[in-house]
């Protein structure tokens, strides 16, 4: 897919709460197409200590519009800069990079997001449902200011959710859900976003059962476009850059997931 | 017209502009942003004798001004590149240089020999200076001695442009570039990284999984500077001039230090069609300067 740098005019930026706000850009020509699981390397504007690219998921696209929209959380001082971005402002982009999810070949999908790592799996539910497939998202986070834009999940899939304070849905680990109770665990396929620990809690999940699995890292990287090698992953072929060869990998390619 | 073209012992580049060894991959990375055929030359990513799997993540630190790297020369190897990269890269209209590298003289010696039979790729640049392998790399270029003998090694079996990387991690880089020079090298190129660390105060914990890496971004820029002007007074061969070039004014400052050519490296990481712009900027400020060829600023600091 070819990839784009562009200057993208900030044309919404809502602070959902003081972790999260959700960045809106819209491109100056035509959309290219970007794939679910995607995710583009943003310039971070106006702070001396930030130097790098920041690599941040694609949460959702319009294309009638010609806009992108990302959930970000604020991590540090390249996202909290991020979050003063004004209306009427330019954020440069590179993108689309990464590989994506792939199309499931059985039907009953369940997306489980962790936190912030929901943000690539909206898109991936509007993409799915459009196909025809029956979506369920599973959303976990500490507390009820961590389960982010239920209402739009809402819309492409049955929503669950669980919070470790039990402040919303069931309480508890994400992992522990009611739904992922193997004698009641009916998808077919994972499609997961979030905490390693939690990924590979599920990855072992659906291999113990049967089930198909596709896990998004999020290393740290320097291009993002496979020049630099700085963001690779220990696969069971060796080492892979996470930005061109992932960020999306079957867990029982990744060494030590699963074998 | 302004004659932008330079010259590394017989190479004519078209401009004095390059890229830096393992910021540019093969250039095939970079072509949906820039087209690569404008730049002086390619530096390809450090190839080695044999398969390389580099360092454990985490590889990078973001520091300010600048990022550490401890890749660890990830490559697959001399005879894969010659098989499988080699003639997808070989006629882009720029010279394709490669960056060569090993743990000992003997595998320095298999890389450059092999690649001396490659019709395209008109130079080596032998890395004697890479900060982040255990073995070889910066071992070899931390002391007159050793950086000589293999400059001498390679000389014996590489018959075209031979370039040696010059590490910054020495107490007097202009001794390393004399002792080269007389080894036989046809060119210096330098600053590579310089020996950093970072550390996680939250977790207690080095960034970098090797604990050390190596510097590069703009912050190194003025020891890249002042080492390259130390170099150009000190030898009589051309000096490529790299460290910390972010934008045309950078590459102009190291032109007038002395340097022939340079290096943009760490800059292509942040934006992938800079070296277009860095070109534009040079033949803008010639103009302005009402020079009409770019060799005429090198070595011309008042």
């Known amino acids: 897919m070819k990839k784009y740098i562009h200057d993208m005019l900030v044309v919404g930026n809502q602070q959902i709460n003081h972790n999260y706000f959700l960045l809106e850009l819209k491109a100056p020509e035509k959309l290219p197409e970007i794939l679910p699981g995607q995710f583009v390397q943003m310039e971070v504007k106006g702070n001396k200590n930030v130097f790098l690219r920041r690599p941040i998921s694609v949460h959702d696209v319009n294309y009638k519009e010609n806009t992108i929209k990302f959930l970000i959380q604020k991590l540090g001082e390249g996202t909290n800069t991020l979050s003063h971005a004004q209306c009427g402002e330019t954020v440069n982009i590179v993108y689309p990079l990464g590989n994506s999810f792939s199309i499931p070949t059985e039907d009953n999908i369940l997306l489980v997001g962790g936190g912030c790592g929901v943000a690539p799996l909206l898109y991936l539910a509007r993409f799915l449902k459009a196909k025809g497939f029956k979506v369920s998202t599973l959303i976990g986070g500490r507390s009820k200011e961590d389960i982010l834009e239920v209402h739009e999940y809402k819309k492409h899939s049955t929503v669950y959710i669980t919070t470790q304070d039990g402040s919303l849905g069931e309480k508890g680990l994400v992992t522990n859900h009611s739904i992922l109770k193997p004698e009641k665990c009916e998808f077919s396929m994972i499609y997961t976003c979030g905490p390693e620990p939690m990924m590979r809690v599920l990855s072992k999940f659906a291999f113990n059962h049967g089930k198909k699995c596709e896990v998004s890292l999020e290393n740290m990287m320097a291009c993002g476009i496979g020049a630099c090698l700085c963001c690779v992953v220990e696969t069971r072929h060796g080492n892979k850059c996470t930005c061109t060869e992932g960020p999306i990998f079957n867990p029982k390619e990744l060494a030590g997931w699963i074998y | ?302």
């Open chain 2, 1 to 302: 017209m302004i004659d932008l073209g330079v010259k590394i012992k017989d190479l004519c580049l078209k401009n004095p502009v390059m890229t830096a060894s393992g910021t540019f991959g093969y250039g095939e990375e970079f072509t949906d942003f820039m087209d690569i055929s404008t730049l002086g030359g390619i530096f390809v990513k450090g190839t080695t004798g044999s398969h390389r799997e580099g360092n454990a993540y985490p590889r990078m630190a973001e520091t300010p001004a600048g990022m550490l790297n401890a890749v660890g020369l990830q490559n697959k190897g001399v005879d894969y590149f010659i098989s499988d990269i080699y003639p997808r890269i070989k006629d882009y209209d720029t010279h394709m240089i490669v960056n060569v590298s090993g743990s000992t003289v003997d595998e320095y010696i298999e890389v450059a020999s092999k690649l001396n039979d490659l019709d395209k790729i008109p130079a080596i640049e032998l890395n004697i200076s890479c900060p982040n392998v255990k073995e070889g790399g910066m071992a070899f270029g931390t002391s007159c001695h050793s950086a000589s003998a293999v400059t001498k090694a390679i000389r014996q079996v590489y018959k075209k442009t031979l370039i040696v990387k010059l590490s910054p991690n020495v107490t007097n880089i202009a001794e390393m570039a004399v002792a080269v020079e007389a080894a036989g090298a046809d060119s210096v190129s330098l600053i590579n990284t310089l020996l950093g660390m970072a550390i996680n105060a939250e977790r207690k914990t080095p960034v970098l999984s090797t604990y050390t890496g190596g510097l590069s971004g703009p912050a190194v820029k003025p020891i890249a500077l002042r080492m390259v002007w130390q170099v150009s007074k000190a030898v009589k061969i051309p000096v490529i001039g790299l460290g910390g070039i972010m934008t045309a004014t950078d590459a102009i400052e190291f032109l007038l230090a002395g340097a022939t050519a340079v290096q943009v490296g760490t800059a292509n990481f942040i934006d992938p069609a800079v070296c277009t712009k860095i070109i534009a900027g040079i033949e803008d400020y010639l103009r302005r300067h009402r020079h009409s060829s770019v060799s005429e600023i090198i070595g011309g600091l008042k």
